[in-house]
Every structure is written in C-alpha cells, then in structure tokens.
C-alpha cells in the first residue's frame, strides 16, 4: 500500500492521544506509514458553539495545516514506491 495516514482524536484531557498511539501500530500492517504530526482535540465539546458547529482554537488550526503539510510530503515521497 505504502501510503501515509495521519490522525485526528478527541476526547477529554488527552484528546484521544493514547489511542492514536495504539492505532499507529497496526495501520503499520499494510505498509502504511504513519505520520508524526496529528492532532488532538480535548474537550471537544467546549469547541462546538449553540449552532452545532465546531470552532477550532489556534493551536488546533496550527496542528491541522502542520499535519496536512506532512502528509503531502510523505504522500509525495510515498508515491515512488506504490504498486500499480
């Protein structure tokens, strides 16, 4: 497969980080390589206004376009070693 993934947790304090370390273990499996670079939502609920929608903090924001950054680079890198 040879393709990047990169993730993206919520939950309370930790954001869902414990899980995103577990997860990054099997996607190795099918030859997937995972980034880095994530990012981490704790309480997410704080983030969601009256209307439903989600208002991401600045440091989320930032973690969101490293994390998109990083995976066009390995996607790009990636890309050499796909089977057609």
Known sequence: MQKPVAFVSYAGASGGLRSTQMLKQVVTTPNMMPIVDQVNIPFFAKLIDDKGTFMPNETITKS?????????RWSNALKAMRVK
């Open 64 to 72: 969101a376009e490293a994390m998109l950054t990083e995976l066009e």
